[in-house]
């Protein structure tokens, strides 16, 4: 009896998988933002089966949380979709190295990104690219124009300029110049440090030595953003000791405060919870005219699992996500998280509009700790978080954090022994 | 000549007990011991014996670290033996006098918080505390303490403290209730000779009940112990896995969280967490030995 019951059972999946067969290929997606399950259901997929029939597509999220450790027990299964969605640098990476995704070096469409989109899904030495890139988000600082215009205040385009408009908020005292705590951390390091940093140790040059061992984290170029921040405590407010990051969100959104050091991300937010009109100024450089670097931070993209029975029809969709029509739909949907695609995307949101244009203005890089520097022990990126809030504090000197961010970084990164 | 019989019964009625206790207890404990004399290179795990404890107390990134957890751990247990044990004794001998009235609705409203979650106690506590929108800075003002109030889950000194105090708040429930019932355990007649011979009100506490009730306050003190080093769920709802300010707040429970499971860039490291987690078994077995066979042993018990 219950021999009969697994030949049966046996049987029938034997027919389903037959019968996926007659029919023309379905792949599979797997992906941890199920935020966007409607977008890609209703816009995404129908688009690209339309262009494209005899290929089905089904998007099939897990939770953001729990998505490596499922997606990595899947693939030691065999059970994992055809495309995966790649997190940036060492988790995809060591997908990669253990043999689970595809080398997409030779797809045709990767030609259409720049290398500092590719960086975040490519072996150490860039020789080889695993996954397509999708999306980067843009730091910045978004800010109150109603706020502005009532003040008086200019855009800032220099650092000068930009604590002159602080202080101008703190001394009219209608609103709290900045939005940002120290609570939760992270902000301080990522809207704070990865966010002015890059016009010091100007984008990918400065990056691209601190990984070859060519400069030191001591250096003044890497110091010098902690010191600015410094400069910050006196502008956030009573009590941004113990304000958490959604504590921030609220005050910009309810009007309380003037500027707010951003990620694009917060755009869709934003937009639903202000009543008023708001615009974005790009990181201040430190002299009229200076080049400005950004930080476009790669955040999500796309690979090819390499035991996926459907390698054709899953190239095809990986071709079509690196295409201008792909990057229209995804950028329009979920504003803040841009293409990366070289060919320009018309954006309907003004805001996100706005940001995206730094890109033609500005030199791109991304946040300085992310790729190879986090792998050893201490933490690079979360040992920033801790410098990036005591610079905040000014519990210690800039000089003596580069110092321990050096030591800390050289007891295990052989490029600086 | 009777053979004795086998007595089937015992061993089939604790086995569902047995079973259970060792497949989520047992097991896990010695599989988590195992697990730390191991380590991960190029994806293949080796044996390396005791190397990963030599690295948790002897390299100076991981040392500091524990240090600072293990210390902010005993600060933690200090504030919970030093104001929740003694208000949670004061509130059960205020209780248990016999003319207060409403003592059922007190004793309710004090256990409560006892059974809510930690994660509502954390968020009520943060918005509370909040220098933006919480009462706490408001109520000052209104008794003209403004001065006195600071973001003090936000501050290096004082954000441990806080929490500390936060879940005496929360566990005081517990020592008032073993104690009250200790309490109403003393015989009347005791306490009359007691009134005999002179010994009444405060000092009838100090010489009659308190005494009586110390082996309570034993168990009470290491439960506690037990508890305190364990925890992790107050911090880690209410500061985050890196237990700001600039790990003012990290304890043994969050250190090895962190370690294990891996925090935003920084990937997990089993082997490394196990031994964490091997270090805090070992604190805690340490602990609770010197209990029962230095104290429990020498405590004097009277006959009632």
Redesign the interface.
Known sequence: MKRNVLSLALMSTALVASGAYAQDATLTIESWRNDDLALWQDKIIPAFEAANPGIKVVFSPSAPAEYNAVLNSKLEAGSAGDLITCRP??ASLALFE?GHLTDLTDLDAMSNFSDVAKSAWQTDDSSASFCVPMASVIHGFIYNKDAFNELGIEVPATEAEFFAALDKIKEDGTYIPMAM??????EAATMGYNNIGPNYWKGEEGRQALIKGEQKLTDPQWVAPYATLAKWADYLG???????YP?SQN?FTLGRAAIYPAGSWEIAGFNTQADFEMGAFKPPVQNAGDTCYISDHTDIGIGLNAASENQEAARTFLAWVASPEFASIFGNAVPGFFPLSNTPVELEDPLAKEIVGWRDECESTIRS??QIL?RG???L??ET??AS??AI?G?EAPEDLGQELQN?LA?WYAPHQ | MQTRRIRWHIAVFLAPAVLVYTAVMIFPLFNTLRLALFTEVD?NRIYVGLQNFRTLFFDP??SEQFWNALGNNFWFFLVHMLVQNPIGVALAAILSHPRLRFAALYRSAIFIPTILSFVIVGFAW?LI?????GIA?SMLDAVGLKSLF???????EYALTTLALVSVWQFVGIPMMLIYAALLSIPEEILEAGEIDGITGASAFWKIKLPLILPSIGIISILTFVGNFNAFDLIYVS??A?A????STDILGTFMYRTFFG?????G?PHMGSAIAGAMFAIILVGVCIYLFGIQTRMRRYQM
């Open positions: 640098f060492d253990a705590g120290t609570n939760d951390q992270w009573d009590g941004y000791e113990a304000q958490t504590d005050l700790t992310y986090s022990t201490p933490n990126e979360n978080w801790g809030v005591a504090k519990t800390g007891s | 994806q990134i991981w943060k505390l909040s220098p933006l929108w800075p600071a973001p003090w889950l936000g501050k290096e500061q985050g890196l700001g300010p600039d790990f925090f935003q860039l920084q990937l490291d």
